[in-house]
C-alpha cells in the first residue's frame, strides 16, 4: 500500500512508504513483534511511546543522539496565526460510533486544536503531525494515570485502570482508523461519553495535584459538560465517581458551598447502593458454601458495591475538612467521630463541657488521650508493615496533628499549654518536607494553614532551630496548586515572607512579635502546664524499642478509650497481632517459614475483625477483614515469587489476577 502526496513545485509523485523495513527501537528492545507501521507503529501509539525507526546497523547512542524528542503543544499558547487557520476547522475532536462513522461531539483534548511543529527545516507531513499530537495525549493522558493509581489512590483505586484503558485506546484507535477489538468496544455511545467523563474527571484532579491549572481546568470542564447530560442516571457509578472528582475540584479552586453540595448529592446517589451492600454482606456471611467474597462480588458484575464502600471511606476527608465550618460548638466531637467511624459515645454532656471552644483539663485529657492511642495504632501498624513512606500515612498524619492542634487552641486559659502547641506546630512542618506533600488533597489543609499561623502568631516563642522559611516553602506549594490557599490566605503568605526577611536581618526578636497581624488563637496562654503522657518524645531507640514504647503508650491510654468508645475491642485485636508479627520477624529467621507464618497471622487477624464486625452489625468492618485477607494473601504469594526469582516481573505474571488488580496499587505505592 502506498500513500501518495500531492505534486510539488520540486517534485512529481513523491510516494510514502506506510511500512519500514525494519522493527523500531522500542519493540527491538521489548523484544516485541513490531507492526512496523510509518511514522509510528501501533504498539508505540498505544503506549505512549516515541517511535524511531533506524537502520541495525547504527548503535544505541547515535540513535538517541538523533531522535527527535516529542513536542508538547499547549493548546493555549499557539499563536495567532496558527488559530486563523484553524477558523475555518472544527474546533472539537470527533468521537466514533461502533461502527466507525463520525459522531459529533463538544468535549475536545488539549492537543486536538495544535498546530502544526516543524521538527526539521521543512514541515513534517500532516500525517506525521496528526501522529505526533496523538502520541503527546496519550503519553500526558498515561502519566496522569500513573499518577493516580500509584500515588493518589493510596492503594485503593475508585476505578478499574481497564476502563481508562479502554476510553484511551477506543480514542486513538478510532482516530487513526484502526480496528478495535471486541474489549475496547463500546456498544452504546452514552457509555463511552460516561467513562469519557470519569476520566476527564480524574485527570482534572491529577493536573491540579500538580499544579497544572490550565490543564487541570480544560480537563474539569470537559468532564462538567459531559457529566450535565447525565446527571440524573443514578446507575452510572462513571457519573457518580466523575462527580466526587468534581467536588474535590471545586474544593481546590475555593468554591466550598459547590463542593459541598456536590458531595452531598454523591451521597444521596451512593445510598442505594450502601444498603445493596449491607444486605449482600450479610447474606453472605450467612452463606457457608461461600468461597470468596470479595472476589464474587467483583466478578459477578457487583464491583460497584465495593467501590461505593471505598468512596465512603474517602468522602471522610471531606467531611473532615467541613467539621468545624459546618458545627463550630461541637466541631471537635465530630471530627473525632469521623476519624473513629462514628464509634465515638461522647458528648458535651459526657465531658462536662458546654461548647468545643472552652475545654477545662479533664476533657482536653480526655480526648488528647484518645489522639495518644490511635496514634500509637497507626504508628506500630506502618513501622511493622513497613508503609511509613506513602500518601496515606502522610494524610492520617495531618489529621491527627490537626485534631491535637483544633483541641489545643481551643482549651479554656488556665489549660492551655504554648509549648505543646508550638511542639505540634513544628510536628506538621516537619511533615511538610515529605516527598507526597505536593499530592495532598485540599481537604487536608487546614492543619498546614493552622501551623503556620500558629508559628507566625508566637514568633518570638520559636527556638532558633525553627525557620519560617519551611513554612513559606509548604504555603508556596499549597497556593501554587490550590486559589483556595492562595485567596484566602494571602496575607498569611506575606506576613511569613516578611517574617522571613527579618528572620535573617533583624537580631530584636521582640520588635518582630509586635508586627504580627494575627489574632486567630488566643494569645493568653498557661505555659507552664504540660501532660507528660500525650507529649510524643523523639528517642534514638532501636526499632524494638520504639516498637515496646508505643506498646506502652496504649496500654496507658487504652482504659480512656473503653470508658469513651464503643467497639474499641478491634484495637485490642490490632495490637495484640502487631505483637505477634514483631516476635515473628525477631525469632524465625528462615524466610519461607516467617512468609508463612506472617501469612497465617494476618488470615487470623482478618477472621478476627470480620467475626467481631458480625456482632457488632458493621458492614464496613466486615469488608474490611475480607480486603485484610486479601491483602495477606497477595503480599505472600508476590514475596514467594520474589524469593524464588529475583527477577519476578509483577506485571506480566499477575496482570489477569483478581488480586494483582485490585491491589496492584498498594504494592507500588509502598516501593515508590
Not at 21 to 37: F, G, I, P, V
Not at 121 to 141: F, G, L
Not at 307 to 332: K, Q, T, W
Request: proline fraction near 3%.
Amino acid at each position: 500500500m502506498r500513500i501518495t502526496v500531492a505534486p510539488s513545485a520540486t517534485t512529481s509523485n513523491i510516494e510514502i512508504p506506510s511500512h519500514s523495513n525494519h522493527a523500531c527501537l522500542s519493540c527491538r528492545q521489548l523484544h516485541r513483534k513490531c507492526d512496523k507501521t510509518l511514522p509510528a507503529c501501533s504498539y508505540c501509539i498505544k503506549r505512549g511511546y516515541k517511535c524511531v525507526y533506524k537502520e541495525r546497523s547504527e548503535k544505541l547512542t547515535e540513535e538517541k543522539k538523533a531522535s527527535h524528542p516529542i513536542v508538547f503543544v499547549n493548546v493555549h499558547s499557539t499563536t495567532c496565526q496558527s488559530q486563523e487557520q484553524r477558523s475555518s476547522r472544527s474546533c472539537t475532536t470527533p468521537t466514533f460510533d461502533i461502527k466507525g462513522s463520525h459522531a459529533s461531539s463538544s468535549i475536545s483534548t488539549p492537543y486536538s486544536n495544535a498546530t502544526t511543529i516543524a521538527t526539521t527545516a521543512n514541515s513534517i507531513s500532516p500525517v506525521e503531525s496528526r501522529m505526533e499530537h496523538q502520541i503527546n495525549y496519550v503519553y500526558t493522558t498515561r502519566q496522569t494515570m500513573d499518577l493516580y493509581y500509584d500515588i493518589l489512590s493510596m492503594g485503593f483505586p475508585l476505578v478499574d485502570r481497564k476502563t481508562f484503558d479502554k476510553v484511551l485506546e477506543y480514542q486513538t484507535s478510532s482516530r487513526s482508523g484502526q480496528i478495535m477489538t471486541n474489549d475496547y468496544r463500546y456498544d452504546v455511545i452514552c457509555d463511552l461519553e460516561k467513562d469519557q467523563a470519569l476520566l476527564y474527571t480524574v485527570q482534572a484532579v491529577c493536573f491540579q495535584r500538580l499544579g497544572c491549572r490550565e490543564l487541570a481546568s480544560f480537563h474539569f470542564s470537559n468532564g462538567k459538560q459531559l457529566i450535565g447530560k447525565y446527571f440524573d442516571d443514578v446507575d452510572s457509578i462513571s457519573i457518580i465517581l466523575g462527580m466526587r472528582f468534581m467536588a474535590e475540584y471545586l474544593l481546590g479552586v475555593g468554591e466550598k458551598r459547590k463542593a459541598r453540595s456536590l458531595l452531598n448529592t454523591v451521597k444521596v446517589k451512593v445510598n442505594p447502593f450502601i444498603q445493596q451492600l449491607q444486605q449482600t454482606v450479610k447474606e453472605s456471611h450467612q452463606d457457608q458454601t461461600r468461597t470468596d467474597y470479595i472476589e464474587k462480588l467483583m466478578m459477578s458484575g457487583q464491583a460497584n458495591w465495593l467501590i461505593v464502600y471505598l468512596l465512603e471511606s474517602e468522602i471522610r476527608f471531606f467531611d473532615f475538612f467541613y467539621c468545624e465550618i459546618e458545627n463550630p460548638e461541637s466541631f471537635i466531637l465530630d471530627e473525632l467521630g469521623i476519624f473513629t467511624k462514628n464509634q465515638m459515645t461522647i458528648s458535651k454532656q459526657n465531658l462536662g463541657i458546654s461548647s468545643c471552644k472552652s475545654l477545662n483539663r479533664e476533657a482536653a485529657e480526655k480526648l488528647l488521650s484518645i489522639i495518644e492511642a490511635f496514634n500509637c495504632i497507626v504508628r506500630l501498624a506502618m513501622d511493622n508493615f513497613g508503609k511509613k513512606d506513602v500518601l496515606s500515612v502522610l494524610l492520617t498524619e495531618f489529621v491527627m496533628s490537626q485534631l491535637r492542634l483544633d483541641i489545643l487552641t481551643n482549651c479554656d486559659q488556665e489549660t492551655q499549654d504554648l509549648q505543646e502547641i508550638l511542639r505540634v506546630s513544628r510536628h506538621v512542618i516537619q511533615l511538610t518536607e515529605h516527598r507526597h506533600f505536593p499530592f495532598i488533597p485540599a481537604s487536608v489543609t487546614k492543619a498546614v494553614i493552622t501551623a503556620c499561623t500558629i508559628r507566625a502568631t508566637y514568633y518570638s516563642y520559636l527556638t532558633p532551630e525553627d525557620n519560617l522559611r519551611n513554612d513559606l516553602r509548604a504555603l508556596k506549594i499549597l497556593s501554587a496548586r490550590y486559589p483556595l490557599i492562595q485567596n484566602e490566605y494571602s496575607h498569611l503568605i506575606k506576613s511569613i515572607e516578611s517574617l522571613t526577611y527579618l528572620q535573617h536581618n533583624s537580631e530584636d526578636m521582640m520588635l518582630l512579635a509586635n508586627l504580627l497581624p494575627f489574632s486567630e488563637v488566643e494569645t493568653r496562654v498557661n505555659c507552664g502546664w504540660s501532660d507528660q503522657s500525650v507529649v510524643h518524645r523523639c528517642i534514638g531507640a532501636s526499632s524494638i524499642e520504639e516498637k515496646n514504647m508505643h506498646f506502652n503508650q496504649y496500654e496507658r491510654h487504652k482504659s480512656t478509650l473503653r470508658e469513651l468508645m464503643s467497639g474499641s475491642e478491634i484495637l485490642d485485636i490490632v495490637v495484640e497481632s502487631i505483637k505477634e508479627e514483631v516476635a515473628i520477624k525477631t525469632t524465625i529467621t528462615d524466610p519461607e517459614q516467617q512468609m508463612d507464618s506472617l501469612k497465617n497471622m494476618r488470615l487470623r487477624l482478618g477472621s478476627q475483625v470480620i467475626e467481631l464486625a458480625k456482632h457488632n452489625n458493621d458492614y464496613s468492618g466486615q469488608i474490611a477483614g475480607e480486603l485484610l485477607k486479601k491483602q495477606a494473601l497477595f503480599e505472600f504469594n508476590l514475596s514467594k515469587a520474589r524469593l524464588e526469582n529475583p527477577e519476578f516481573d509483577l506485571t506480566d505474571e499477575l496482570k489477569n489476577d483478581f488480586v494483582y488488580r485490585f491491589f496492584i496499587s498498594r504494592s507500588r505505592e509502598c516501593s515508590c
